[in-house]
């Protein structure tokens, strides 16, 4: 069975400190992917990053970058100077991978980030 | 293009009722699905369509129906309402080798 934990539920910090969202999963898929999604406090869910378990290549997008490590089934994100805007909550994510497969996702139970000014 | 389109986006239901959840998508997306997200939880896969006349059950299917007539809408319905189907829910799609795209949530409450 496909499982994903984030074990913070709650990170508070101040503006333009660094911050990292932890994210452990487990699979018996060979192959995977792994997603990020973001939930302001208006409800939308918001598609950050998808990244394929073949590919471990860390990942930067801007402030935020991914650290994907298949050895300790980990995929945390961690934000860079962190902004008020960026107080939401962020949901880690798994689903298989196989070619038209459904890709059914798996999320964790969520962090709610914090950024206080 | 208006993506993913849910209605309604807020609902009050007495217990037994019933209700259908509206889910479009203009995108010409194969793959849809909805999911539930109680409060401080993540979410949680309720039923699932590869097409159109196919639809599969999720992790939390009971007490939901589906169906997928078309590929645009995909309808959840509530038979029976039950206090613990109080949630928000999300309805989402994507084409082949692409990620989930979601609708802005409808959220639901049973008294």
């Known amino acids: 069975a496909q499982k994903v934990t984030q074990a913070q539920t709650e990170i508070s910090v101040v503006e333009k400190e660094d911050v990292t969202l932890d994210c452990v999963y487990e699979?018996?898929?060979?192959?995977?992917?792994l997603f990020w999604y973001k939930q302001p406090p208006s409800g939308e869910l918001v598609f950050l990053i998808r990244?394929?378990?073949?590919?471990?290549q860390n990942e930067i997008s801007g402030r935020y970058s991914w650290n994907f490590q298949k050895s300790t089934s980990s995929f945390n994100f961690t934000i860079t100077a962190s902004q008020v805007v960026d107080s939401a909550v962020y949901f880690c994510?798994?689903?298989?991978?196989?070619?038209?497969?459904?890709?059914?996702?798996?999320f964790g139970q969520g962090t709610r980030l914090t950024i206080n000014p | 293009n208006a993506g993913v389109t849910q209605t309604p986006k807020f609902r009050i239901l007495k217990i037994g009722q019933s209700m259908t959840l509206q889910c479009t998508q203009d995108?010409?997306?194969?793959?849809m699905y909805w999911y539930r997200q109680d409060p401080g939880m993540g979410l949680k896969l309720i039923y699932y369509?590869?097409?159109?006349?196919?639809?599969d059950k999720g992790e939390v299917p009971n007490g939901y129906n589906v169906s997928r007539s078309t590929t645009e809408d995909f309808p959840l319905r509530l038979e029976l309402a039950a206090p613990s189907q109080t949630s928000v829910y999300f309805c989402?799609?994507?084409?082949?080798?692409?990620?989930?795209?979601f609708g802005d949530g409808t959220r639901l409450s049973i008294l």
């Open positions: 994510a798994l689903s298989e991978a196989r070619i038209q497969g459904a890709q059914k996702l798996v």
């Open positions: 699979t018996r898929d060979t192959t995977y992917y």
């Open positions: 995108m010409n997306h194969n793959y």
């Open positions: 989402a799609s994507r084409r082949e080798g692409q990620p989930q795209h």
């Open positions: 990244r394929n378990s073949f590919d471990e």
């Open positions: 369509s590869v097409g159109a006349g196919i639809t």
